[in-house]
Nanobody, 129 residues
Framework: VQLQASGGGVVQAGGSLRLSCAAS????????MGWFRRAPGKEREFVTA????????DYADSVQGRFTISRDNAKNTVYLQMNSLKPEDTAVYYC???????????????????????WGQGTLVTVSS
């Protein structure tokens, strides 16, 4: 699968953005999808993930209650709605995907970036104070 992230930009603190990650290829609904981010000078960190059905989501504590992940399997797209943005949310945001759970039937560690085999190119989000 190939992933294309979009929707980044510059927003003031307290504002909102919605990121999209469009996937090419077949069987999108079988992929576990995640969003990670890398802030300037920091390592890439987990933001959120969604399983093959919309009811199965995980969030980093830092974004819980402000960010919402969702997916539209008919459109091969996963979304990240970001509200109440803070300057510390400034980062390049990456979407990621993996088939591990669908193939093995076992849960993957969705917070671990090394569990994901497919990555998008990243989209920059800048939150000004």
């Amino acid at each position: 699968v190939q992933l294309q992230a979009s929707g980044g930009g510059v927003v003031q603190a307290g504002g909102s953005l919605r990121l999209s990650c469009a996937a090419s290829g077949r069987s999108f609904s079988s992929y576990t999808m995640g969003w990670f981010r890398r802030a300037p000078g920091k390592e890439r960190e987990f933001v959120t993930a969604i399983g093959r059905t919309n009811g199965d989501t995980d969030y980093a504590d830092s974004v819980q209650g402000r960010f919402t992940i969702s997916r539209d399997n008919a459109k091969n797209t996963v979304y990240l709605q970001m509200n109440s943005l803070k300057p510390e949310d400034t980062a390049v945001y990456y979407c990621a995907a993996d088939l591990k759970e669908a193939l093995s039937g076992q849960a993957m560690d969705v917070m671990n970036e090394y569990e994901y085999g497919y990555w998008g190119q990243g989209t920059l989000v800048t939150v000004s104070s």
